[in-house]
């Protein structure tokens, strides 16, 4: 599995942005697709993550309420709405995909696959 993200852009407190994460080499079927964040000097954090299958997904408190996963079946895309953008939000956005096998749901960061980072820089 080969991940695309795109869609980082710098914006302003307030204002909206829309990730992909577009997948090619096999559709993302039984897969979960996480999305992490790194901001510079601090660790790695997931965001929010959705099972392709079902749609259950995940929050992180930091984005609940402002970010929304979707998915498009027909394109094989994962999107991450996020809203009212705040400064705090301002990092390199990757996704990840993971195999769920037989599992209902994954909350690690173990993922298989990954994508390049899109940079997200939100001003104030």
């Known amino acids: 599995v080969q991940l695309q993200a795109s869609g980082g852009g710098l914006v302003q407190a307030g204002a909206s942005l829309r990730l992909s994460c577009a997948a090619s080499g096999r559709t993302f079927s039984g897969y979960i697709i996480g999305w992490f964040r790194q901001a510079p000097g601090k660790e790695r954090e997931s965001v929010a993550a959705i099972t392709w299958s079902g749609g259950r997904t995940y929050y992180a408190e930091s984005v609940k309420g402002r970010f929304t996963l979707s998915r498009d079946n027909a394109n094989n895309t994962v999107y991450l709405q996020m809203n009212a953008l705040k400064p705090e939000d301002t990092a390199v956005y990757y996704c990840?995909?993971?195999?769920?096998?037989?599992?209902?749901?994954?909350?690690?960061?173990?993922?298989?696959?990954w994508g390049q980072g899109t940079l997200v820089t939100v001003s104030s």
């Open positions: 990840a995909a993971k195999d769920l096998g037989d599992n209902w749901f994954y909350f690690g960061s173990d993922y298989n696959y």
